[in-house]
């Protein structure tokens, strides 16, 4: 995923033996792992200390607290600690022994939730829905001020996110960073999907399985919405110039 940049993890990705692979798939995918600070609990800097019954659990606690640079999961015989801290472990922090301690910090930027945002544990997905309608210039506009662009959903993980966020209401599109390049012309009556491609990469959407297509493609920007059906999505066009209204999906950059 584009999210990326800032804190480093700062421990083993010797996992305990206990942790399943849907969980090393999920902690992996925000945030990396080094062999600095294993065995050890760090004293200084201590944002909470809580109980936890995975790392995942602990990831999660630490995700959804602004202030959290980096948090340690202790498990052991007696207990099963999460402790969060508000800088990264280093060399100078105060530690006590703990034995099959780990220890992680988050990658990239933190996801902005104080302001809205929702990150999600699985994906690190970083997202805000806007249920006000603006034109397609101000929609951009307003995800931009916060460093932030249209939502692309180019995988199925993110429509995934999406379906089961609870953020995205039903009825009504949400703009997205999906548009036919200006370089190809008016459309036609003959303009297909293909056509249309993600603005922040500039690849062409193709052939969608994970969400419906619209029925014509006679406008240059697309929406998408939320529907009572299978696939859970389905996305449209509309003039990406005008007085066309949608609601706003944004991504953290």
Known sequence: MAYQAGFLLIVNLVLMTKSSTSEIAMLSSFIDVDTVFDDVIANDNVLFDVNARSKLECSNQCVSKQECASFTYHQSAEMRSCRGYTQMMTTNSLTTPALGA?????????????????????????????????????????????????????????????IRGGQVLPGGGYWMGLRRPSYLGPTTRNSTASEYAWTRTGQFVGSVNYFMSPATFNQDCATCAMIPDPNGFIWMVYPCEGSSVNRILCEKL
């Open 102 to 162: 780990r220890s992680f910090s988050l990658k990239g930027p933190r996801c902005p939730v104080s302001s809205g945002f929702v990150q999600d544990a699985m994906t690190g997905l970083c997202y805000k829905a806007y249920h006000d309608r603006y034109n397609y210039t101000a929609a951009r506009a307003i995800c931009q001020e916060t460093d932030s662009d249209f939502i692309m959903l180019d995988t199925e993980d993110k429509v995934q996110v999406l």
